[in-house]
């Protein structure tokens, strides 16, 4: 019997190594890999919108394949662990938001510009980012929106038409975070990413309160 459960442990533990392995050129600021970075946010990108490549890995047909339109933020995030399946539609993009003051990857979301509304935010918990070093954001209204649009959807993809509020609270809806901003108190870079809506989902107030 004893041995029986340790073949089961050791098959359980191989095929989760061979299916998660990970490649290095993907891996962005962690303090447990000695500060390293893969790449920046180059800016620029196109409106062709994030099609994803079809995977050609038997193994792994859910693997995100970079496409040729793609900003090099992006390509080297989408291999991170917590990133889903990118949807093939044509008219979704894939955003990463990098703080750029300590060169961590805050979060990732895809914004599907068809629909209007994210599809999901992703994100990782390590030493390097669970600080609650500031308070909840609270925007001056005055000179900014308390949930501002997407500057990184404009830079990295070009997207600037921004003329609808996926989340219209005089409907009865909160601005309902994806990508808490409880859990990024870090700095305020990272905490006020969290308030852009493309990070946004309509939630009712005793739902997401």
Request: some cysteine; glycine content about 10%; overall charge negative.
């Amino acid at each position: 019997m004893k041995h029986t459960k340790f073949f089961i442990f050791a098959l359980v533990a191989a095929m989760t190594f061979s299916a998660c392995g990970t490649d290095d050129t993907l891996q962005f600021y962690f303090p447990e890999n000695g500060g390293t970075t893969g790449g920046g946010n180059t800016g620029g990108g196109s409106t062709g919108g994030n099609t994803g490549g079809e995977s050609t890995d038997k193994n792994n047909t859910n693997k995100n394949v970079a496409t040729a339109n793609m900003p090099q933020v992006v390509r080297n995030a989408i291999g991170g662990l917590e990133f889903p399946k990118l949807k093939n539609n044509g008219t979704s993009y894939a955003i990463v938001h990098m703080d750029n003051t300590t060169g961590m990857l805050n979060y990732s979301t895809e914004w599907d510009d068809n629909m209007k509304s994210q599809r999901w935010s992703c994100y990782t918990f390590h030493t390097g980012n669970t600080a609650q070093n500031v308070d909840r954001w609270k925007a001056d209204t005055r000179v900014e929106r308390q949930y501002p649009w997407d500057t990184d959807l404009k830079e990295q993809w070009g997207i600037t038409d921004f003329t609808e509020d996926p989340t219209p609270t005089a409907q009865g809806f909160d601005h309902g975070h994806i990508c808490p901003s409880a859990d990024r108190k870090l700095n305020l870079t990272q905490q006020k990413q969290t308030f852009f809506m493309t990070n946004m989902q309509p939630q009712y107030s005793n739902f997401n309160q």
